[in-house]
């Protein structure tokens, strides 16, 4: 078994153009998820009327499904209905439904582990609710959720493969379309698993480094 | 409309259930495989040598880095060019979803563990308990409580996972689902079904890792 490298060489442009599909399906993604949590968990934190039953429904509906059903449901069965959309723009939804409800949780459980000690003095200094929000819950919310934030992005980046089953040209899809082509498989693979350990370990071990350092992040005591 | 959708899940029913067998086999036979492995490798992890530690690294990090869709088709067309080993794809899901699942289930037991008193382990050693007895009485039951909600919540993760078995060609829920849609054009209502053979499977998993977390917060 030889690996036949002059044809992993020629491969390479259209690999680099798949890394950056890849980056862009999972960036506009991270983004649109980011702008449903915050919206989802203002409605949580502060319960507002009907809006917060309707968002923990979602919640829980995208959470205890798989990706790639609602990737179906959305590249299949809405077409049906009128609604056609693009393997991409399948992508992008899809991933919004599923990175939207992750996030929010996230969001929600960073807010609640803000020690409530720290809201009443900060009422008791007279802090209006819109002050308590901008100075004193969402700085420490947000570096406590940190971590399980940035977990959560790289999630996403890596659930990305699962949108080539609907034909959009990133990392995964490009590799099976090259082995169908040329029965390049090994090859095909190697480059495969490189293109992961390169995108994804760096990331991965940055978050480990992350997670030790705000371990011991405490606020207010 | 309602009355010919009733009847053609009635009809589909059989079909169906076969493919939601294949998918609850392959999620049992991965929770199964996650667990013992999972355990063996939270073990293994709090033995403290220095050998087994960097190897178990190893494993976790290869895990993380590469997506679960990405393994299923590194075994799948990997094992029968790299090791001449053909394996069927429903066996191929197996493996990965429980190779991928001890690892996660795996940091959780270490995680369980190295949370426990040092002097849980000094006190069962002094006493004379071999590793076994020490792992098997004393360390792994009082780590059961603060592991069993993230485990729970994984098996849901393995569930959700188990959808990815289609793509290398198992006629799971969702193969016979597409095959339906192929014939009646009822994408809507199948995928609807899939949808919440799913929920309905992971749902209450959840609930119970969230309701046991929340009763064994404080204890």
Redesign the interface.
């Known amino acids: 078994?030889t690996f036949d490298t002059a044809f992993m060489l020629s491969t390479l442009p259209a690999f680099l153009k798949a890394v950056g599909v890849t980056l862009q399906v999972g960036l506009i993604a991270i983004a649109t998820s980011l702008l449903v949590a915050v919206f989802n968990a203002a409605v949580l934190v502060f319960r507002t009327p009907y809006l917060w039953r309707l968002v923990k429904g979602y919640v829980?509906?995208a959470?205890?499904?798989?990706?790639?059903?609602?990737l179906?449901?959305v590249y299949?069965?809405?077409p049906?209905?009128g609604l056609k959309v693009s393997g991409f723009a399948a992508a992008i939804i899809t991933m919004t439904f599923m990175g939207g409800a992750y996030l929010t949780e996230v969001l929600r459980a960073g807010v609640e582990a803000v020690p409530r000690a720290q809201l009443e003095s900060g009422r008791s200094i007279g802090l209006s609710e819109g002050q308590l929000l901008r100075h004193v819950i969402l700085p420490q919310a947000g570096i406590l959720s940190l971590p399980a934030l940035f977990a959560n992005f790289i999630f996403l980046l890596?659930?990305t493969?699962?949108v080539?089953?609907v034909a959009v040209p990133e990392i995964?899809y490009t590799?099976?379309n090259y082995?169908a082509l040329y029965y390049k498989?090994?090859e095909m693979?190697a480059v495969?698993?490189l293109l992961?350990?390169l995108l994804?370990?760096p990331l991965?071990?940055l978050l480990r480094h992350l997670e030790r350092r705000l371990q011991h992040g405490q606020f207010g005591n | 409309m309602a009355s010919s959708a009733i009847e053609l899940l009635l009809v589909s029913l059989p079909q169906l259930a076969k493919g939601a067998g294949q998918t609850l086999a392959i999620s049992a036979l991965g929770i199964v495989f996650a667990t013992l492995g999972g355990v063996l490798y939270g073990v293994l992890a709090t033995l403290g040598k220095r050998a087994v530690n960097i190897a178990l690294q190893i494993y976790l990090e290869l895990f993380r880095a590469i997506p679960v869709l990405v393994w299923l088709y590194l075994v799948f067309f990997g094992l029968p060019i790299f090791f001449s080993l053909s394996i069927p794809s429903f066996w191929c899901a197996v493996l990965v979803l429980g190779l991928w699942g001890a690892s996660e289930v795996g940091e959780v037991v270490r995680g369980a563990l190295a949370s426990l008193p040092r002097g849980q382990r000094e006190a069962g050693l002094s006493i004379g308990l071999s590793g076994l007895q020490l792992y098997g009485h004393v360390l792994l039951p009082q780590a059961l409580k603060r592991m069993t909600p993230p485990t729970i919540n994984i098996y849901t993760r393995i569930v959700k996972t188990s959808s990815l078995a289609v793509l290398i060609g198992v006629v799971d829920v969702i193969k016979a689902g597409q095959q339906i849609i192929e014939r009646t054009y009822e994408s809507v209502l199948i995928y609807g079904v899939l949808f919440l053979f799913f929920f309905f499977i992971c749902y209450p998993l959840s609930a119970a890792s969230r309701a046991l977390e929340r009763r064994w917060a404080h204890s």
Do not use: D, G, W
Not at chain 1, 63 to 70: A, D, F, V, W
């Open positions: 078994m829980e509906l959470r205890n499904t798989p990706l790639l059903i609602q179906f449901f299949f069965a809405l049906t209905l890596k659930e493969t699962v080539s089953a995964l590799t099976k082995i498989t090994y693979l495969l698993t992961c350990v994804f370990l991965s071990l």
